[in-house]
Each structure stands twice: as C-alpha cells, then as structure tokens.
T-cell receptor, first 115, second 112 residues
Framework: GAVVSQHPSWVICKSGTSVKIECRSL??????MFWYRQFPKQSLMLMAT?????????EQGVEKDKFLINHASLTLSTLTVTSAHPEDSSFYIC???????????FGAGTRLSVL | GENVEQHPSTLSVQEGDSAVIKCTYS??????FPWYKQELGKRPQLIID?????GEKKDQRIAVTLNKTAKHFSLHITETQPEDSAVYFC???????????FGTGTRLTIIP
C-alpha cells in the first residue's frame, strides 16, 4: 500500500518554457502533498505544502509565481515550473500523506534539465 | 524553524561491522523522527521511525534511539551488507503541520 506515482521521471526542456510534473497517490487519499527539490549530493529541501482544495503554502525563498502548485483532488497534485531556466535544473520529488498519518510516502522523482 | 544536523557526511564500514549515524534537532516541539534511505536517482524509502514518547525502536538489523533531553537521535545498522550502501537522511517533524525537516545526509559505503 501507500504508493505515490510521479510523472514524468525525466524531462528536458528549452529555457523559457514551462514544465508540468504530476504527483498521484494511487491507493490512498492524500490530504496533503509536499514538493521538494534536491540538488546533486544534497538534501531534500521543502518547496511547498499543498492541501486539497486550498492554496499551497510556500517555504521562504520559493517563488510562488515560478513554481505553481495545484492540488485539485485528493489523489493529484501538480507542480508547474514556469519560464524554466538552467538554474531550475534539479531533481523534484513529491510526497504525500493521508489524514491523521504523519508518514510521508515519496514519488520516484522527476529529473528536470533546462537547456 | 526546525534545524536538523547530521553526522558524519560520509561513512565507510567493513561488511559485517556496525554503522552509526547521528542527528541533532533544534525544535523541542518535534515529536516524530523518521530515517530514509535513498539510492542514487531513486525515491527516499522510509526504513524506520520513532516518536517522542519512545526511547528506542528496533527492526531486525536497524535500530533508532532518541534522547529528547539532548535533542538527538541516532540510526544503528548492525551486520552491515553491501546492499546497505546508500545515502541516509534523518528528519524531524513537529507533528502540527507534518512538515519534515531533513538532515544533510550520510553517504554510507559498505566495503566487501
């Protein structure tokens, strides 16, 4: 149980374009989803917390207009990197929890390369 | 906010020996402490967790200890095997908002 699917696993895009990453909870309802960014050989840095049906809460220093998060249903959250630039190249990982359970289950991650 | 420090950053252990990774946290309100294992390019996998009302938890070769007074917790892996080689992250959560603050990670290498 507790499977989180993330798509795509790898994306290459041109500078200035937008990229959408999907995160789905396959066998449970995710009341809260988290989005992390991980640079090579570094830790996971929380970008934002999203709750179904409400606006995401962004961590300090994360541009909300650049990283658009939508949590439209209890099984789907999306992260859109708008006007991507090479410095946005990173490994983006989502996680999800079900109400009342604190354990976070992670997606497999999306490697974004911006040329 | 919470700050989690993790040591060492790299650790090499002979196969069969034990490995210990230590973390400290700053927020006394934190009450949930998971440990994740991440292989290269893969998702973090929860390997063990502990809550603040427990001092120690064990699952086969893996154990975690928590000292609330000192605000530190440790991961112990006994009888290490080559497949234990990975990056290990500790994390802390205050429970109220369920956010996890991660440590900086430990790259564990098991030497055959």
């Amino acid at each position: 149980g507790a499977v989180v699917s993330q798509h795509p696993s790898w994306v290459i895009c041109k500078s200035g374009t937008s990229v959408k990453i999907e995160c789905r909870s396959l066998d449970f309802q995710a009341t809260t989803m988290f989005w992390y960014r991980q640079f090579p050989k570094q830790s996971l840095m929380l970008m934002a917390t999203s709750n179904e049906g409400s606006k995401a809460t962004y961590e300090q220093g994360v541009e909300k207009d650049k990283f658009l998060i939508n949590h439209a249903s209890l099984t789907l959250s999306t992260l859109t990197v708008t006007s991507a630039h090479p410095e946005d190249s990173s490994f983006y990982i989502c996680s999800a929890i079900s109400g009342g359970v604190v354990i976070q289950y992670f997606g497999a991650g999306t490697r974004l390369s911006v040329l | 906010g919470e700050n989690v420090e993790q040591h060492p950053s790299t650790l090499s252990v002979q196969e069969g020996d034990s490995a210990v990774i230590k973390c400290t946290y700053s927020d006394s309100a934190s009450n949930y402490f998971p440990w994740y294992k991440q292989e290269l390019g893969k998702r973090p996998q929860l390997i063990i967790d502990i809550r603040s009302n427990v001092g120690e938890k064990k699952d086969q070769r893996i154990a975690v200890t928590l000292n609330k007074t000192a605000k530190h917790f440790s991961l112990h892996i006994t009888e290490t095997q080559p497949e234990d080689s990975a990056v290990y992250f500790c994390a802390a959560s205050s429970g109220g908002n369920e956010k996890l603050t991660f440590g900086t990670g430990t790259r564990l290498t098991i030497i055959p």
